[in-house]
């Protein structure tokens, strides 16, 4: 008796996790060939969470978003979505998800609306007319509904296929980079609508700008090489990393080597960018005397230099930067 009340507890346990999860990756693989793309990727997304899924190009990404959908066949291991198994349920799985791929596929020889009365009709909907209407509203294209897609900016194109991920109502959205190549006010806007429709919906999207990722999301998952490497909320990444160091450094000289400070006592890790260096040291290691003797030593003269908070780009480049790289 005790034994069947333990099972039906563990069982019990089980409906109620998997009640909460709208997404479960388990073991997730894909491979090509010798290469592995995706390596035993797990993670699970809550019902009505913004997940970030971010990693460096080539990590891995975009194959796992198209396992997600259903358009690419895992290699081992495999994902639930909304319960539905992406290996026998494929077509059950698609009617779950809005997808919105990084090279946005539109026909753009369509009229807007025209190509939105298509796609609700690859998905059936009912009472198409009042759906549109509703999507256009949701992703502002009242005043571009009547102009062919191959004529529409690039902001414009991202929402009409956004559009078409949403009409069928789906109770999970997949954007991969849906932000690319937006001037600022177009980032703006598309941050609002998913911002919006992550109150209703799940969402798990990728993206390249980590302030986004800090303003937009939950929890983000971090993957490398194909796997896993981080799987935080962006509150506790930030305690993660509240024990380093930054330092950020700013020369008179142009194009100063980051080859001088290599060999710093405790220096974790040296970035480059738009002339200011960045340098991060693990714990309470105080390196700005190291960083100033070295200076001196090599006649350059420091215009500026701050001690700082590790930003989201920091947390990125520590958890995907590759040991030779240091």
Same mark, same amino acid.
């Given at each position: 008796m005790a034994f069947l009340?333990?099972?039906q507890?563990?069982?019990? /346990?089980i409906i109620?996790?998997?009640?909460l999860?709208s997404?479960?990756?388990?073991g997730?693989t894909?491979k090509?060939g010798n290469q592995?793309?995706v390596d035993?990727?797990?993670f699970e *997304?809550?019902?009505?969470? =913004?997940?970030?899924f971010l990693?460096? /190009?080539g990590?891995?990404?975009?194959?796992t978003?198209?396992?997600?959908?259903?358009?690419?066949?895992?290699?081992?291991?495999?994902?639930?979505v909304?319960?539905?198994d992406?290996?026998?349920?494929?077509?059950q799985v698609r009617?779950?998800i809005?997808?919105?791929?990084?090279h946005?596929?539109?026909y753009?020889e &369509?009229?807007?609306?025209?190509f939105?009365?298509f796609?609700?009709?690859?998905y059936?909907i009912? /009472?198409?007319?009042?759906? =549109?209407?509703? $999507?256009v509203?949701m992703?502002?294209?009242?005043?571009?509904q009547?102009?062919?897609?191959g004529t529409l900016s690039?902001?414009?194109?991202?929402?009409v296929? @956004?559009?078409?991920a949403?009409?069928?109502?789906p109770? %999970?959205?997949?954007?991969?980079?849906?932000?690319s190549?937006? !001037?600022m006010?177009?980032l703006?806007?598309?941050r609002n609508?998913?911002r919006?429709?992550?109150?209703?919906k799940?969402?798990?999207?990728?993206s390249h700008?980590?302030?986004e $990722?800090?303003?937009?999301?939950?929890r *983000?998952?971090i993957?490398?090489?194909?796997?896993? %490497?981080?799987?935080?909320?962006?509150?506790?990444?930030g305690?993660? &990393?509240a024990?380093?160091? *930054? *330092?950020?450094?700013?020369f008179?000289?142009?194009n100063v080597?980051p080859?001088?400070?290599q060999?710093?006592?405790g220096?974790d !890790? @040296?970035?480059?960018e738009?002339? $200011?260096f960045?340098?991060?040291?693990h714990?309470? %290691?105080?390196?700005r005397q190291?960083?100033f003797r070295?200076a001196v030593t /090599?006649n350059?003269?420091?215009?500026e230099?701050?001690?700082?908070?590790a930003? &989201?780009?920091?947390?990125?480049?520590? @958890?995907t930067?590759?040991?030779?790289?240091v």
């Open positions: 009340e333990t099972g507890r563990n069982f019990s /346990n109620l996790k998997n009640s999860m997404v479960i990756v388990q997730l894909k090509f592995t793309a035993n990727l797990s *997304v809550k019902h009505g969470e =913004i997940l970030g990693g460096p /190009n990590a891995g990404k975009t194959t978003m198209k396992m997600l959908c259903c358009y690419a066949e895992p290699t081992e291991g495999t994902a639930q909304e319960g539905f992406i290996r026998t349920s494929a077509l009617k779950q809005g997808y919105l791929p990084e946005n596929p539109l753009e &369509m009229y807007v609306k025209e939105l009365q796609v609700a009709s690859i059936k009912d /009472n198409k007319t009042a759906r =549109i209407s509703e $999507v509203e992703t502002g294209l009242g005043k571009e009547k102009k062919i897609i690039k902001g414009y194109r991202q929402r296929g @956004l559009a078409q949403i009409i069928h109502d109770k %999970v959205l997949i954007l991969d980079e849906p932000t190549g937006l !001037d006010n177009q703006t806007d598309i609508l998913i919006e429709l992550g109150k209703e799940t969402v798990i999207f990728s700008i980590m302030q $990722v800090q303003a937009l999301c939950d *983000v998952v993957i490398n090489n194909g796997q896993l %490497v981080a799987d935080e909320s962006i509150e506790k990444l305690r993660i &990393m024990g380093d160091m *930054v *330092v950020k450094v700013e008179a000289e142009k080597s080859l001088l400070f060999n710093i006592a220096l !890790d @040296l970035v480059q738009n002339g $200011v960045t340098f991060t040291s714990g309470a %290691v105080d390196i190291s960083i070295t /090599n350059l003269t420091i215009v230099m701050k001690k700082d908070k930003s &989201m780009e920091d947390i990125f480049r520590k @958890l930067i590759k040991e030779s790289d």
